[in-house]
């Protein structure tokens, strides 16, 4: 089973909204990241948690605040969004980060109005 | 030097023809080049993966070919069909704590019946 699951599948919030995404693995999986992803681009590295501690945060906005509350869940807490932030947002899971097989989630559309 | 060069940006190819995607890097420490397959809407599923001890991996109708001399590899898609028509992602990684997937830009497909 390589199945990452994520909630909700979509969101629409306000700016002055707080929400938050949920990803769930249950492969005993180590790592897990959250991405961001525009229409027609690749995915782009928000953060990483490894063995449950934050260990890459590329230098995304204080807006965005992740949690990792157990070695099978990760949340991302929005808060204060711009509608910029709109996009496809991705959690994925690797075995450990010297693993570098990473399987995605099916993602969060998110829609910032 | 951290890039993934990618291209074409996208292809059309005739059902049951060979499409090609190649991809191109600078930096000599990666040592792990995956694909991803991502349908609209959905979050990337890894398609094939390759390390540099090895010039070509085959599974299906997918194949990798790389040239680590060149430090270029590529997707072949043999007898292409309507349901491969996806975006595909090149990618690579070093395999160290607190690195991560450097993704290439994508290619959109089209095959057409």
């Known amino acids: 089973d390589t199945e990452v699951t994520q909630t909700p599948k979509h969101l629409v919030m306000g700016m002055t909204n707080k929400k938050s995404l949920k990803c769930e693995q249950h492969?005993?999986?180590?790592?897990m990241y959250w991405y961001k992803q525009k229409a027609k681009k690749p995915p782009e590295l928000m953060f990483v948690?490894?063995?449950?501690?934050?260990?890459i945060n590329e230098s995304v906005p204080s807006r965005f605040s992740p949690e990792c509350p157990n070695s099978s869940l990760l949340n991302l807490h929005l808060h204060a969004l711009q509608p910029e932030d709109s996009a496809l947002y991705l959690c994925?899971?690797?075995?450990?980060?010297?693993?570098?097989?990473?399987?995605f989630g099916p993602g969060t559309r998110l829609l910032v109005l | 030097q951290q890039q993934v060069k990618q291209s074409p940006q996208s292809l059309i190819v005739q059902k049951g023809g060979i499409s090609i995607i190649n991809c191109a890097y600078e930096?000599?420490?990666?040592?792990?080049f995956p694909w991803y397959q991502q349908f609209p809407g959905k979050g990337p599923a890894l398609l094939i993966a390759?390390?540099?001890?090895?010039s070509e991996k085959k599974e299906g109708r997918f194949t990798i070919s790389f040239n680590k001399s060149a430090k270029q590899f590529s997707l072949h898609i043999m007898d292409s069909q309507p349901g491969d028509s996806a975006t595909y992602f090149c990618?690579?990684?070093?395999?160290?704590?607190?690195?991560?997937?450097?993704f290439g830009k994508g290619t959109t497909l089209s095959v057409s019946s």
């Open positions: 948690y490894s063995y449950e501690k934050l260990s």
């Open positions: 390759i390390r540099p001890d090895v």
């Open positions: 994925a899971s690797s075995q450990d980060v010297l693993q570098e097989t990473q399987y």
């Open positions: 990618a690579a990684s070093i395999g160290q704590a607190g690195t991560a997937l450097i």
């Open positions: 930096n000599t420490a990666f040592d792990y």
């Open positions: 492969m005993g999986h180590r790592a």
